[in-house]
């Protein structure tokens, strides 16, 4: 069955990075594109970031644009989230999803559509 396992969450001072990892199994993963939500405690869950399988288009939420960057490893099965300069306001529980339809983009309009997530790794963005 379809697995997402998300890591590399913790304890971090505003500034400061963090690489989060989500290994996913069950599924032929280098053919869905993927992406990550997060939810801060008390609130919804707001999109962050998403990679197309196809044409390897990379899309970001205004609120982490130019310190966050996405990517893949598909031999390594791993989609991971390299988060730069982290602030306060990005303190929640970070979750991988994987694509709804294999081979499908999502063009940057509407929202992109997933299936299956993780259990969610928590990041913390405190002094």
């Known amino acids: 069955q379809v697995q997402l396992v998300e890591s590399g969450g913790g304890l971090v001072q505003p500034g400061g990075s963090l690489r989060l990892s989500c290994a996913a199994s069950?599924?032929?993963?280098?053919?869905?594109?993927m992406g990550w939500v997060r939810q801060a405690h008390g609130k919804g869950l707001e999109w962050v970031s998403h990679?197309?399988?196809?044409?390897?288009?990379?899309y970001y939420a205004k609120s982490v644009k130019g310190r966050f960057t996405i990517y893949r490893d598909n031999a390594k099965n791993t989609l991971y989230l390299q988060m730069n300069s982290l602030k306060p306001e990005d303190t929640a529980v970070y979750y991988c999803?994987?694509?709804?339809?294999?081979?499908?983009?999502?063009?940057?309009?509407?929202?992109?559509?997933?299936?299956?997530w993780g259990q969610g790794t928590q990041v913390t963005v405190s002094s």
């Open positions: 990679f197309n399988v196809g044409n390897g288009n990379t």
């Open positions: 999803k994987k694509g709804r339809f294999a081979y499908s983009d999502w063009g940057g309009h509407g929202a992109p559509e997933y299936d299956y």
């Open positions: 069950g599924f032929p993963f280098s053919s869905y594109s």
